[in-house]
């Protein structure tokens, strides 16, 4: 094995764990609110945390602008997400009566349908191509629904689904941790802010006023773990415009901020009462707990959002094995 470590062929093997393995395009398997015990138990329940909570300890007390290591996976990546950003510039919404949800989504949506496989194997190296179809799946989920031109938590698990499933297959590696959540979830996230400022996509299951963030919940875990122990930054400063303009490009949260200043009008305490709350809590650490808690809750096992979500061979509805 270490010959082979050095003559760079380790590469094109199969993982041990995937020998044999056979691959499955993902699919519903929470049809009720009882299934939802299914879920809880499930493997890939399991898996998906454990993956969430280790990118959390990952980037702990680290700057979007600091140094880390770039693979070239992780490049592959940046491309793929460049290319869903060019769509969009393609497709300019069109002129239509109701203000939100623009067809032209629709239109954006059917390229990346017709192409989603083409793009993941484009990540994909050719030994483990046989994956493509199941992976393809996540990344078709984790852009908006089409029917409803909508966009919420669901669809960004459906992403956080993906960079998990490229992990379970080895090609990401846990030395890229800090380049999956700064590099690529930071772009996924500015292509997401994208779509949803063009196409005026409405928020999907929102819980108005009562919720954390119309779109989005990831950002606001990963970059409350950023500002854990920081010297000067406090929960209590980031409704403070100064600080976030000063601040925003070191820090995934202050990032979500200004959008959401950006998307909304009048006090942020009416707007975004949740966070206004948050911002009192006296410790990024205790924040960044407290929204570990409410992701499960108010979105991991909240049936409308998970019955959207699909199950196949890297993520099974099958029991956590103990």
């Known amino acids: 094995e270490k010959q082979q470590q050095q003559t760079g062929h380790v590469e094109d093997e199969i993982p041990p764990s995937l020998v044999g393995h056979t691959f499955i395009v993902p699919k519903k398997e929470i049809n009720m609110v009882p299934d939802m015990v299914k879920w809880k138990r499930s493997q890939a329940y399991a898996d998906y945390m454990g993956f969430v909570l280790a990118l959390n300890e990952g980037v702990k007390g680290k700057k979007l602008t600091d140094d880390y290591k770039v693979s070239e996976v992780i490049h592959k990546l940046m491309s793929l997400l460049d290319t869903l950003n060019r769509w969009i510039d393609e497709m300019p919404p069109v002129d239509q009566p109701s203000r939100f949800g623009n067809k032209a989504f629709r239109t954006w949506y059917a390229k990346l349908d017709k192409e989603a496989e083409n793009l993941v194997s484009t990540v994909i190296p050719v030994h483990l191509s046989a994956a493509v179809p199941e992976v393809a799946v996540y990344l078709k989920e984790s852009v908006g629904n089409s029917t409803r031109i909508d966009y919420g938590t669901g669809h960004e698990a459906a992403f956080a689904a993906f960079l998990c499933c490229l992990c379970k297959i080895g090609i990401l590696k846990v030395d890229d941790q800090l380049a999956i959540v700064f590099r690529v979830f930071n772009r996924y996230l500015e292509v997401m802010r994208k779509l949803q400022k063009t196409y005026r996509m409405e928020p999907a299951g929102s ?30 400063h980031f409704v403070d415009e100064k600080v976030v303009n000063e601040h925003h490009k070191d820090y995934m949260f202050l990032e979500c901020i200004l959008f959401i200043t950006e998307m909304k009008t009048g006090p942020f305490a009416e707007h975004s009462n949740q966070l206004w709350n948050i911002s009192a809590v006296p410790a990024w650490s205790k924040v960044n707990q407290g929204l570990i808690r409410m992701y499960k809750a108010e979105c991991l096992e909240k049936f409308p959002v998970i019955q959207h979500f699909k199950f196949g061979s890297l993520l099974p509805i099958q029991p956590v094995k103990s």
């Not at 606001?220 to 000067?232: E, P, T, V």
């Open 207 to 236: 819980q108005g006023v009562w919720g954390l963030d119309d779109f989005q919940f990831l950002p606001f875990i990963w970059g409350s773990a950023q500002l854990i122990d920081h010297s000067i930054l406090e929960p209590r």
